[in-house]
């Protein structure tokens, strides 16, 4: 078992940024596709951002060009960086860690966009 700790959640206005942080603990992480998914009320978990073990991103088509995943394996942690944040972005953001057959989450923190 591998807990994972997000943090940075918050209320911002839209244009504004925010800073995700994801702690992981246990020595699986460095192998790890890292992970960053949201889940709006009545919508479905989607996919934001992804990062493998080397480092390669990929991103969901609606937040490339704003939204940074990145990771550092030193500190075991990974990160969402959010900036041109909109309305449609409001959503409960968890960190996801996949190896192998294991798929471990988070428990979730809060981001809320105003108008």
């Known amino acids: 078992q591998v807990p994972l700790v997000e943090s940075g959640g918050g209320l911002v206005q839209a244009g504004g940024s925010l800073r995700l942080s994801c702690a992981a603990s246990?020595?699986?992480?460095?192998?790890?596709?890292m992970g960053w998914y949201r889940q709006a009320p009545g919508k479905e978990r989607e996919l934001v951002a992804t990062i493998t073990n080397e480092g390669s991103p990929n991103y969901r088509d609606s937040v490339k060009g704003r939204f940074t995943i990145s990771r550092d394996n030193a500190k075991s942690t990974v990160y969402l960086q959010m900036n041109s944040l909109k309305p449609e972005d409001t959503a409960v953001y968890y960190c996801?860690?996949?190896?192998?057959?294991?798929?471990?989450w988070g428990q979730g923190t809060q981001v809320t966009v105003s108008s």
């Open positions: 246990g020595s699986i992480f460095r192998f790890a596709t």
């Open positions: 996801n860690s996949r190896f192998l057959a294991a798929s471990l």
